[in-house]
């Protein structure tokens, strides 16, 4: 198991650091033209709430199916088709996280890390693989990955979801309620800009097939990458993979124009 030191932004915050201001931040696309052979990107500035354009030979779209269904865009009727058939196919995941005053897990029931699987709605808790012994600890009091429990999480306010959270680490955990303090949770398809955890090709029959290579043909200037563009959903290394492919395939195009 890998796990950045810091958290996952560590790996974003390279990349920024790394490409030395190419990145921009806070801007969210709320438009995708074509023009002539190229694109035409629109954004928003989120702190200044000014737009600006950005026009390309070539345009690779990580995006979320789920949020650019959303976005106006020159897209084939094919593509457009494709992309609403995925975004209706996003898992609705859901983490609740408890912070304890005291690792008890540890002291009390030598637990190091690793996850309990639990017969309830929390599916999992996990305790933490680093700072053993220290003063505080975070539990992931519910990891949700089951389409009929991550819903009825979703309907829920965060007091309720934290609530159940509690009440499902009960039965495993006797005293649970007194043991952890402050809780934070994520539903996913609450969350602006992802609407959803991850693409599940298979929730309809045959999407896979049907949508997922017209995705991968691309449709003019505009190439798609992303977890969802990839055998490995819902993993980091599907979202690299895709990278790659759409990259050579516009290497290779390039090439071949300018022999
Ligand atoms: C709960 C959970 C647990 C996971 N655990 C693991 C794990 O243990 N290991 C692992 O490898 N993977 C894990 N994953 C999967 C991993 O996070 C994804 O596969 C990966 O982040 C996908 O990368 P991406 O670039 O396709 O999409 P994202 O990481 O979702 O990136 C898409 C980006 O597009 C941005 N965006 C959206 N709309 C707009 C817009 N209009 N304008 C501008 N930007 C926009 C978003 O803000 C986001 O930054 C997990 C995912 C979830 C939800």
Not at 114 to 128: A, E, K, V
Not at 190 to 204: D, N
Request: glycine share 10%.
């Amino acid at each position: 198991m890998l796990q950045p030191v810091g958290g996952m932004d560590m790996i974003v915050r390279a990349f920024d650091r790394v490409l030395g201001g190419m990145i921009r931040h806070n801007e969210e696309v709320v438009r995708i033209e074509r023009v002539g052979e190229g694109a035409r990107i629109i954004s928003l500035d989120r702190s200044s709430g000014r737009r600006s354009a950005l026009e390309a030979d070539f345009v690779i779209c990580t995006i979320p199916l789920s949020v650019l269904e959303h976005i106006p865009a020159d897209f084939s009727p094919a593509v457009s088709h494709a992309i609403s058939v995925g975004a209706k196919m996003y898992f609705p995941a859901v983490k609740v996280a408890f912070e304890a005053p005291r690792r008890w897990w540890e002291t009390d029931q030598q637990l190091y890390g690793g996850i309990s699987w639990t017969g309830r709605d929390i599916t999992q808790i996990w305790y933490p693989s680093h700072g053993f012994h220290g003063e505080k600890g975070v539990l992931v009091g519910a990891y949700i990955w089951s389409h009929d429990p991550a819903r009825r999480f979703t309907a829920m306010t965060p007091a309720e979801r934290h609530a159940a959270a509690i009440s499902d680490g009960e039965r495993l955990h006797p005293g649970y309620e007194r043991l952890v303090g402050p809780a934070v949770s994520v539903a996913w398809a609450k969350i602006p800009y992802s609407l959803g955890a991850w693409i599940e090709w298979e929730t309809i029959s045959g999407a896979r097939q049907a949508e997922y290579p017209t995705l991968l043909a691309g449709d003019g200037p505009f190439y798609f990458a992303g977890e969802h563009m990839s055998y490995v959903t819902a993993w980091q290394e599907g979202a690299v993979q895709s990278a790659h492919y759409a990259v050579s395939e516009i290497a290779e195009r390039v090439a071949a124009t300018s022999k």
